[in-house]
């Protein structure tokens, strides 16, 4: 079975703190694909980054960075020097099995406060 | 570069109608993608198209149906609506030939059913 687990349904910093919200994912195929995306109050899914199983290497985007540990099946992403425009829902999501091109799995989501 | 359009924003049907939704993807983007998202169960997947043909489906009744034209262009219907139906209804395209591709959101449709 392939799920996603994101166990933080809700989170509130203050401004300019750090932030990590955290994604465990389940699969048992080998390739597989995983995703972050943004959803601010407007509804539209914001495509933030994308990894594929056999990349574990980290990455940094200004203040986003995210980690990627297969030993744990974790796909963290954490907000250094929260703004409050980053507040939104964030969707960790996963994309595996060869018949699956276009079927993404998502996580419940992780709902971002920052407070000014 | 236009993203993926959804039309219309919003709509209000009551039980038992139809609906139908469109979505325009990315120029160049031949997968489409429809997402069903409620507060209950989150972000549910419905289908896939990629030229014209349904490649992949979700655990959703019959009442769900969609399909795509030549120019990819894609809708999605549902028939004999239920109160359970009401959702944001969530289009994406992706260039399509390969997983590693991300899909691109548009902004959905809002579906309330009364």
């Known amino acids: 079975a392939q799920k996603v687990t994101q166990a933080q349904t809700e989170i509130s910093v203050v401004e300019k703190e750090d932030v990590t919200l955290d994604c465990v994912y389940e699969?048992?195929?080998?390739?597989?694909?995983l995703f972050w995306y943004k959803q601010p109050p407007s509804g539209e899914l914001v495509f933030l980054i994308r990894?594929?199983?056999?990349?574990?290497q980290n990455e940094i985007s200004g203040r986003y960075s995210w980690n990627f540990q297969k030993s744990t099946s974790s796909f963290n992403f954490t907000i250094t020097a929260s703004q409050v425009v980053d507040s939104a829902v964030y969707f960790c999501a996963l994309r595996a099995g060869s018949g699956n091109t276009g079927k993404l799995i998502f996580g419940q989501g992780t709902t971002l406060q920052v407070k000014p | 570069k236009a993203g993926v359009t959804q039309t219309p924003r919003y709509l209000i049907k009551t039980r038992g109608q139809q609906v139908t939704l469109s979505c325009s993807p990315i120029s160049g983007h031949r997968s489409v993608s429809w997402y069903q998202q409620t507060p209950g169960q989150g972000l549910q997947f419905l289908f896939e198209y990629f030229s014209e043909t349904q490649r992949n489906k979700g655990n959703f009744p019959g009442r769900f149906s969609g399909r795509q034209f030549s120019n990819s262009r894609s809708e999605m219907n549902v028939s004999t609506l239920e109160l359970g139906d009401s959702a944001l209804y969530l289009c994406?395209?992706?260039?399509?030939?390969?997983?590693?591709?991300?899909?691109?959101f548009g902004d959905g449709t809002r579906l309330s059913i009364l």
């Open positions: 699969t048992r195929d080998t390739t597989y694909y």
């Open positions: 990894r594929n199983s056999f990349d574990e």
């Open positions: 994406a395209s992706s260039l399509g030939g390969d997983s590693f591709q991300p899909q691109h």
